[in-house]
């Protein structure tokens, strides 16, 4: 199969074959930096570069892939300094991973944001949106997706 291909399952990881959570290991490794070179990767997990690049495309750990919301945010700012700077920390401070922003030129003294943010916050969308409408010089906030 070449991983665009077949239908997607969840297994527990205890059933399958070694290889399989060695190659994710070796992934994991790969995008966080901890091995420079898929090489470095295979040797550290001790499987051979061609069993890491045959399932690598095909397997993908449920957490990463599934568990962890994308939010999109829309947010009308005032033209001030340190607003979008406030913003990004109300974020930090709510456990959010801000994965994208986007800003536009103000317009009559107030502009648009955008930002796509990972949260898999309990509380939900619903506190995201009022604890960042409280933030100073911020206008207006809407959850535009992942709701």
Not at 56 to 65: A, M, N, P, T
Not at 107 to 134: N, Q
């Amino acid at each position: 199969m070449d991983g665009k291909s077949g239908k997607l399952v969840i297994v527990n990881d205890s059933v399958l074959p070694e290889i399989i959570s060695k190659v994710l290991k070796a992934k994991k490794m790969r995008a966080s930096g901890e091995a420079a070179t898929s090489a470095e990767a295979c040797r550290a997990v001790g499987i051979s570069r061609s069993a890491y690049y045959k399932y690598k495309d095909s397997v993908f750990s449920y957490d990463e892939q599934f568990t962890n919301r994308i939010i999109s945010i829309y947010c009308l700012l005032k033209d001030e300094k340190g607003v979008l700077s406030s913003i990004i920390s109300k974020l930090y401070e709510l456990g959010a991973n801000i994965l994208t922003i986007n800003q536009n030129i103000p317009i009559d003294s107030v502009a648009t944001v955008t930002v796509s943010v990972r949260y898999d916050g309990g509380e939900g969308t619903a506190s995201l949106k009022s604890e960042l409408a409280k933030v100073g010089g911020v206008v207006d906030v809407k959850i535009i997706s992942g709701e």
